[in-house]
T-cell receptor, first 114, second 112 residues
Framework: AQSVTQPDIHITVSEGASLELRCNYSYGATPYLFWYVQSPGQGLQLLLKYFSGDTLVQGIKGFEAEFKRSQSSFNLRKPSVHWSDAAEYFCAVGAGGSQGNLIFGKGTKLSVKP | DVKVTQSSRYLVKRTGEKVFLECVQDMDHENMFWYRQDPGLGLRLIYFSYDVKMKEKGDIPEGYSVSREKKERFSLILESASTNQTSMYLC???????????FGPGTRLLVL
């Protein structure tokens, strides 16, 4: 069965520092992979997605993610974090099929220190 | 611009009440989804619909039902609300397999 693991429940970084959020997935075929961000009290906003092709994917707000098939990972990175990046981040894998449900990780909450 | 709207941002209901959560999308998407989100559990799929009048159970359908009479509208129904259904409910829509799911702002439901 498909699954997504985000090993870090909560991460704190200083403003201006680099960020890497980890995501590992279990899926039998080439997956569709997504990162979403959720600000407090809000819905989810898509940061970036990987379907095929270049394994380094650029997203909005200066985020990028790299698909590594050998490690079953899709880690999210940002070179310099801003205070406004404080939010919860969800990794998701497309479950396949014509409807293509998403399987979500449990999320990583990011706090940013001034 | 893509838009998914949910009828209420906050809702307070009593145990045993019938509760309707409405979701509308303006993108002519085929697929619509209802999730609930709880701290430490992430998003869990309740039901989804891939066409008008069609529905499929997700991972946690117990205590819920859905209705999709029109393509743009997908309703989640709590037949008899219970306190363990206090949660954040998120609606989403997408066109097809591999496409991006777009989410509404969520409805925070409190059942007393």
């Amino acid at each position: 069965a498909q699954s997504v693991t985000q090993p870090d429940i909560h991460i704190t970084v200083s403003e201006g520092a680099s960020l890497e959020l980890r995501c590992n997935y279990s899926y039998g075929a080439t997956p569709y992979l997504f990162w979403y961000v959720q600000s407090p009290g809000q819905g989810l906003q898509l940061l970036l997605k990987y379907f095929s092709g270049d394994t380094l994917v650029q997203g909005i707000k200066g985020f990028e993610a790299e698909f590594k098939r050998s490690q079953s990972s899709f880690n999210l990175r940002k070179p310099s974090v801003h205070w406004s990046d404080a939010a919860e981040y969800f990794c998701a894998v497309g479950a396949g099929g014509s409807q293509g449900n998403l399987i979500f990780g449990k999320g990583t909450k990011l706090s940013v220190k001034p | 611009d893509v838009k998914v709207t949910q009828s209420s941002r906050y809702l307070v209901k009593r145990t045993g009440e019938k509760v309707f959560l409405e979701c509308v999308q303006d993108m002519d998407h085929e697929n619509m989804f209802w999730y609930r989100q709880d701290p430490g559990l992430g998003l869990r799929l309740i039901y989804f619909s891939y066409d008008v009048k069609m529905k499929e159970k997700g991972d946690i359908p117990e205590g819920y039902s859905v209705s999709r009479e029109k393509k743009e509208r997908f309703s989640l129904i709590l037949e008899s609300a219970s306190t363990n259904q206090t949660s954040m409910y998120l609606c989403a829509s997408k066109q097809g397999a591999g496409e991006t799911q777009y989410f509404g702002p969520g409805t925070r439901l409190l059942v007393l």
